[in-house]
């Protein structure tokens, strides 16, 4: 029988925690299995997501920061690699220079002692965390990992040299026992109040060879509870040292730990029924035997078992770094404990029982939940948070289960499709990004290449034109309401910017281009944004803009009460963010609207103070603390006079009669906060200039809102030029929208200026209707797009 294949006979139905130690000692269990009833007690977050690695990256962290309640500065611990920085590292490591990064994943589907938990796996390998997902899905089917984990007893070694009899010496050791461990305990007395601390003594003799001769090394066992407990051993075996010295008459030299760390094992179990196990090549039962075959290769061949149980450190270690525990110590204990009958064997086992393939492991496993990485490294906090593990037994149980499904995953590929299979799928993937294939259709064109047998650029090229040629506009049959559309405006500001933020008036107007958002179901994977922006500019900062809007359709969803329905939200743009066009708040107002669908409240955009709140309160995920005249306008869809209070004015401004604008598209944007972030430092600076041109564009949108309303359009286009001339002496304009504004003047505009928060962006112009659309055609051949607008009291 191959050892520990009989240990896990019961573990399916449980184990009571049981008690024993060497010499009839004090009772330190040596076994505990995890009582299902703890586990019970918190939920955990499934760890099956369908569909998380077709995600880009922003949509992976919406889903944590939704699941965890992740703040957006975790959020940013992680997506910047920036969790362990260069102040933290010279407290950890000597002569530091900086900190060097790896890549980190999650390895999902693990279903652990019933319980639920993503892996995280910091590693540049490819294919070990997608190879671990899919062994656990697979075990996860036959009802997933079975766990058995031993107290957390730390062996520290005490070496006694210069002996005239090592055997007698022995004989003192044991008869001494009990004041060899207090002595041992007198330096780590709050690891005995905790429970733990030195509880026994075992002794061997050995021989040193020439030069030495016989030895007696002393083992202290220490139950190091929640540590991984290097530095409580080290110092226990120091404290003892003198003591042993004294009762033996010998030399004492080296006292430290072992990371053999064979009185504390992890054991991890799964069984999977034939039917799991079948390929268009083999049938289940085949599969099973050919996994037996190649294991027994491992178990017989040191050759075959190194490269066998380096597949399984591939997961333990990337397991063990995320989660800042000593992966060279767990390896290390792993390594020895295979060779453990004098020669290196295979740490997994691999047998056949009623109808199912059952696979095991065995190994130390020295991990802690206080102290080393744990306290220093502030992202390892994080990590544990979104893995769920609790206590040192539930990490070394998720280890030794991580163990388990990488060695699996490597044998099953071996035995069925071969090694190779799986990184051509990776390298597939990589040749489809390559000639620029979207995200959401890299899983598509990698397939179709690998069901060819052919992985080459051109054919990604292919194949991916191909998908474009048979696109069909037919949308899908709807249910349930679904899918549903809702539309909002975009805006420009006519009169006031940046002087609205100190209580000056503004006026806006809503623009014929717009948003739409899409709201469909959805029941493959996580509720996740799909940005599409019909610009030619790239928006600015699109990660962070992607953040913010995930965030915000989540709170939308969480206020209409429809956070579990199974829907996604795609938006379809005309306007940029950062263009001074209003994106968040037609965003805000067109998802608000479409959720209104949905509940059937209702399908009206109107200026509705319910409507607005629920705008503003998405408004301000993106801006902190909005003015409220973005929300306003695009719910208004007209001429708006605002001024922010309190109290807030928001007046609807009749228009005599239309008037023809265009939006011309002239550089990307700079960010509003940054641009309301200069004025103000501008204002420290210098209060009275800067408030003196607040004031005047303040008289200039007094002025022109009388214009408006009296249909006076030739002073609204002098207005607009005067507000431009005094938003460029303020600081806010570039070369660029001054040269824009130059050119439109040249061509017989009425007016020009800068629209929305500058430093970029987009100019807007008033011209006579009946040049409009000349004017269109010919700005198209001098900016990147063009549309128009018309300022007109909307019915």
Known sequence: MIPEQDSFNNIRNGRETHRESSNGSNGHADIITLNPQHVEEQEAITSRIPGFYRLPVERR??????????????????????????EHAVNMVENAIGVHGMPLGLALNFLIDKRDY?????????????????????????????????????????????????????????????????????????????????????????????????????HLLIDVREAMGANHVNTSCEAAGPLIETITGGRVHLRILSNLADKRLARAHFAMPFEQLKTSEYSGEEVAKRMVEAYRMAWADPYRATTHNKGIFNGIGAAAMALGQDWRAIEAGGHAWAARD??????????????????????????????????????????RRIAGVRDAQEIGAMFAAVGLAQNFAACHALSTVGIQKGHMALHARSVAISVGVPTDQVETVANEMIRRGDVKVAVAEEIFTRMQNEKTSSAPEAKNGL?????????????????????????????????????????????????????????????????????????????????????????????????????????????????????????????????????????????????????????????LWFRKGPPREIIPIHVQKPMAGLICFVAPGARTIDMVARVRSSRDLNPKRVDGLLEKIGEVTSDAGIALGTGDEVEVGKLMLRNHELLARLGVSTRELDNAVELLVDNGVLGAKLTGSGGGGAVIALVRPEDQESMLLEMRNHFASVYPFTVRTRD
């Open 61 to 86: 962290l919406a889903y944590l920061a939704r699941s965890y309640n992740l703040s957006e500065k975790q959020l940013n611990t992680l997506r910047e690699g920036r969790a362990l920085r260069i």
């Open 118 to 218: 993503l892996v995280p796996m910091a590693i540049e390998e490819a294919s070990i965390i997608a190879a671990a997902s899919k062994a656990a899905l697979m075990i996860r089917q036959g009802g997933g990992f079975d766990t058995d984990v031993d107290a957390p007893v730390m062996i520290g070694q005490i070496q006694v040299l210069d002996l005239d009899d090592p055997v007698e010496a022995e004989s003192l050791i044991h008869n001494n026992k009990q004041a060899i461990l207090g002595q041992a305990n007198l330096a780590n007395p709050r690891m005995v109040d905790r429970g733990g601390g030195a509880f026994d003594v075992e002794t061997r003799v050995v021989d040193g060879g020439e030069g030495v001769g016989r030895m007696l090394i002393v």
């Open 342 to 383: 004098g020669q290196y064997r295979s740490l997994t086992d691999y047998w056949i029982a009623d109808g199912a393939l059952h696979g095991s492991i065995a190994l130390p496993m020295q991990v802690g939940a206080v102290g080393g990485a744990l306290n220093s490294h502030p992202g390892v906090r994080l990590l």
């Open 483 to 639: 899918p549903l559309e809702a539309w909002a405006p975009g805006k420009v500001v006519l009169f006031g910017e940046h002087a609205t933020v100190y209580n000056y008036p503004g006026i806006t107007c809503s623009i014929d281009i717009g948003l739409t958002i899409r709201i469909k179901q959805d029941n493959d994977g996580p509720r996740f944004l799909s940005p599409k922006f019909n610009q030619p500019f790239g928006a600015p900062e699109s990660d962070r803009d992607i953040r913010l809007f995930t965030r915000a359709v989540d709170q939308a969803l969480e206020m209409y009460e429809l956070q579990r329905e199974p829907i996604a939200v795609e938006i379809d743009s005309d306007l940029v963010p950062g263009m001074g066009l209003g994106s968040s708040a037609a965003f805000s107002a067109a998802l608000v609207s479409g959720l209104r669908k949905l509940r059937n409240e209702t399908g009206e955009i109107s200026l509705a103070r319910d409507l607005f709140d629920d705008v503003q309160s998405l408004e301000s995920i993106f801006h902190g603390h909005p003015s409220g005249m973005d929300a306003a306008t695009v719910i208004s869809d007209g001429v």
